[in-house]
């Protein structure tokens, strides 16, 4: 009995499970639709089957069994850290895993991530190339690593150019366009001199320019405006968003290219893979940034 049980629980269902941190609405975001694109596009082909996991963020999924609650041979998760409670927690699942940006250096797993440092750096250079001393920045919430790496990126570039952004220059947007309309008002009165905003997502960014339309202050003319994840609705605003660019579903296909081929070199693994594929996003210069000098 005994050994029939194990002879199941180490056979291949040839199911994929994507894990999403769940947020009612979550699914009229592009970002996690790219995820299940690039994914699903890419494991279909390779006769493998999927699983979405929506997990609630209430609790913490550390000793969940995932190969034996849900029948599946390998984990491609994003935003680990509203899934795990810490860095050790993910290391220690017992289940192949690839993970999907918010990268960590010290974590022992497979990340496959933009460079978001670099993406961060790529804005603030364009803003002060184009002459721009005062900015703001609208970022997301506390536990997106992607948003503080951005943050650093940017601050990082501008402090080699002894420009310093303080706490008063930043505000929280939450990665939500009605948060970004809002937390954009609060920035503006707190630094009437700005004249450029470095949004951390585009739906922070089109919510900002909703809001700065309604007070009457004209973009770019006015104040530019920078976003990040170059979203449809990017180009579908006026004027067109700067933005970064970071393609998710090629991240997404990457992580399922390295999972599927660790899944098939060592079948039954219960082993993390413990591999770093960082990639380049770039900067798109569109219709929201005005050169003043």
């Not at 920045?137 to 150019?161: A, C, H, I, N």
């Not at 968003?241 to 998710?248: E, I």
Request: proline share 3%.
């Amino acid at each position: 009995m005994k050994k029939s049980k194990s002879k199941k629980l180490n056979s291949s269902t040839k199911t994929i499970g994507i894990a999403l941190p769940y947020v009612p609405g979550m699914l009229y975001s592009e970002y996690y639709m790219h995820i299940l694109v690039g994914v699903t596009d890419y494991i279909i082909e390779e006769n493998y089957y999927f699983k979405l996991l929506l997990l609630k963020s209430d609790k913490w999924w550390d000793n969940y069994n995932f190969r034996l609650k849900e029948g599946i041979d390998g984990l491609i998760m994003t935003h680990w850290n509203k899934i795990f409670s810490s860095k050790a927690a993910l290391e220690k699942i017992k289940i192949p895993n690839v993970v999907i940006n918010d990268f960590d250096p010290q974590i022992k797993t497979s990340f496959v991530y933009a460079d978001q440092v670099l993406g961060g750096r790529l804005v603030a250079e364009h803003l002060y190339s184009y002459g721009h001393r005062r900015m703001g920045v609208l970022v997301g919430p506390v536990w997106s690593l992607d948003s503080r790496q951005r943050l650093e990126g940017f601050t990082s570039f501008l402090k080699e150019k002894e420009i310093y952004i303080d706490y008063n220059q930043i505000e929280d947007g939450k990665f939500l366009e009605q948060e970004g309309y809002v937390s954009v008002g609060k920035l503006l009165k707190r630094n009437k001199d700005m004249t450029a905003i470095f949004c951390c997502n585009d739906q922070m960014a089109i919510g900002a320019l909703r809001k700065l339309k309604e007070l009457g202050i004209k973009c770019p003319k006015d104040i530019s405006l920078v976003g990040y994840d170059n979203e449809s609705k990017s180009e579908l605003v006026s004027p067109h968003l700067t933005t970064v660019s970071m393609d998710v579903t090629a991240l997404a296909k990457q992580a399922a290219i390295i999972l599927l081929k660790h899944l098939n070199e060592y079948p039954g693994s219960k082993k993390s893979l413990w591999r770093m594929h960082p990639v380049s996003p770039t900067l798109l210069k569109r219709g929201s940034v005005k050169k003043i000098i």
